[in-house]
């Protein structure tokens, strides 16, 4: 029988008197000296770190991605150097609009962050199981995320604010109607895709650059509930995603997804249709198919949530030699809103944190700050550059040029095509769902819009029943006759 452990104080000092405060005589009061007393409530009123704005509940796993096909004429990230390199990742899913405590099985965008942790940094890949999203531009985003948030004055979620605000964007059509369609209620989390929904790039090593999208395919079956299946589980298990997808990793029933990348040119972005970097549009797989580029399994869940899920920090700044960004607005800003969140939800050396820190070693001349647990540089210098410290910067690091099309700043789209918010969401309506599919989704978009309240009840939906209406006539009018509104073109 192994030897029992004592039980101290974080400071490591053993102590007996865990479960009794010290009073004085057997009624009176609790002395100020027992600090052990102050130690375990103090700690205590500061074990929540501040909740994620968005994507603040989720569950997640650890696993392993295996490269399974040659990919490397488009990049010269190491992973993809050979078929059967694989690095260790890990991935948490989420719900993107509710807080810690709602369920699973909302109506809502899901996240898909995943880690991997290669031998040359840590590469984020963030994003939702919708290749779009609702907005292009960040400046946007706070006002968005508002109205998906409560209503400062009732403090209730708001069907209002958040059609009205889909009524003046139309440009979020396209996620608007992907979510009311069933994709937007998946069955878990092991059966759903998910997607980088920007625009990457990818550098060879003869310093040629591609575009890519990325998206992961579920090997369990792409499975969704219909609204009244979700809305019996958010009563009757709230936690319905996440326990499906522990039990099944627990019972060695280990989920998997495939990876595959679209490429374009920058000649055929130059032609595209639309602007290939518009997060609001998807690029045709039968223009530009689907390559595999690997798989991944998920198969050991984190033995402590808080450390390694909770702590967790994704970024779509962190990439690799040989994968990079774009000029998609909404990734710009994301590369900066996303770890400054992470500088004020855990600190300005989160990625010190185990579950963040890379698998390689890591020579900065970033010093100080809260929870600087890493030595904090020893005794090398802070500055760069040095004669002491033997560190250097590789130039064979260096990327290439990106090509830009304008030496003119200003805020305007040039993409004549860009303002086109209906072709996509149409087709998708028309020639992708099933009439069961189109029939779910009148229905979810006539229940969503009931809720619209107040004197500006009857022009928000009619402005919003025009953009349907513009993406596809059938859609508008049978979302018309489910609210009984008297909607003319």
């Known amino acids: 029988m192994k030897d029992k452990k004592k039980l101290t104080t974080a400071s490591g000092k053993p102590y007996f008197e865990n479960e009794d405060s010290m009073t004085v005589g057997a009624r009176g009061p609790i002395l100020l000296q027992d600090y052990h007393l102050h130690e375990k409530l103090a700690h205590f009123n500061r074990e929540r770190i501040p909740e994620r704005v968005v994507h603040a509940k989720g569950t997640g796993a650890f696993g392993t991605f295996k490269v399974t096909n040659d990919i490397a004429k488009y990049t010269k990230a190491k992973l993809f150097s050979k078929v059967g390199n694989s690095c260790k990742v890990l991935v948490r899913f989420s719900t993107v609009g509710g807080e810690k405590g709602s369920a699973d099985t909302e109506r809502d965008p899901r996240g898909y962050a995943v880690k991997f942790y290669t031998e040359e940094g840590n590469w984020d890949l963030v994003g939702n199981n919708t290749p779009v999203f609702f907005i292009k531009d960040p400046k946007k985003f706070p006002d968005f995320v508002h109205t998906q948030k409560r209503d400062p004055k009732t403090n209730l979620k708001s069907p209002t604010m958040m059609w009205d605000y889909w009524s003046l964007n139309p440009e979020s059509l396209h996620q608007v109607v992907i979510l009311f369609s069933d994709r937007g209620t ?3 989390y092991r059966k759903m895709n998910g997607y980088g929904s920007h625009t990457f790039s990818m550098i060879n090593i003869e310093n040629e650059r591609v575009w890519v999208k990325f998206h992961f395919k579920t090997q369990q079956g792409n499975k969704t ?15 319905y995603a996440q326990r499906d997808f522990v ?3 627990a019972k060695g029933d280990f989920p998997k997804w495939k990876l595959k990348i679209q490429v374009m040119t920058e000649d055929q972005a130059k032609t595209f249709k639309w602007n290939p970097f518009d997060v609001t549009k998807v690029w045709s797989h039968s223009e530009y198919p689907l390559i595999d580029a690997g798989i991944m399994e998920l198969n050991e869940i984190p033995s402590n949530y808080f450390a390694d899920v909770e702590q967790a920090a994704f970024a779509p700044a962190h990439t690799i030699d040989g994968i990079g960004l774009s000029h998609d607005k909404m990734l710009q800003g994301r590369i900066l809103a996303y770890p400054d969140a992470h500088r ?43 004669s002491f410290d033997n560190i250097e910067a590789d130039k064979n690091y260096k990327e290439p040029a990106m090509k830009l099309d304008s030496n003119i700043a200003d805020t305007y789209d040039r993409n004549e095509n860009d303002d086109d918010y209906y072709t996509q969401p149409g087709d998708l309506f028309r020639k992708v769902m099933t009439d069961k599919e ?7 978009i006539v229940g969503a819009m009931s809720g619209i309240m107040g004197a500006k009840r009857d022009k928000i939906i009619h402005r919003q029943l025009s953009h349907f209406y513009k993406a596809d006539k059938e859609l508008a009018l049978s979302i018309t006759q489910g609210l009984n509104f008297n909607f003319k073109k």
């Open 225 to 239: 509930l219909t609204d009244a299946e979700a809305e019996i589980l958010k009563g009757k298990d709230p936690d």
């Open 438 to 444: 189109r029939k779910n989704t009148v229905s979810n």
């Open 247 to 249: 039990e099944a990793i």
């Open 186 to 188: 998946p069955d878990g």
């Open 344 to 386: 004020h939800r855990l600190g300005a050396n989160y990625e010190q944190i185990p579950v963040n820190r890379p698998i390689n070693e890591v020579h900065t001349h970033q010093r100080d700050g809260y929870m600087s647990v890493e030595g904090n540089g020893g005794d090398n210098p802070n500055y760069f550059p040095n």
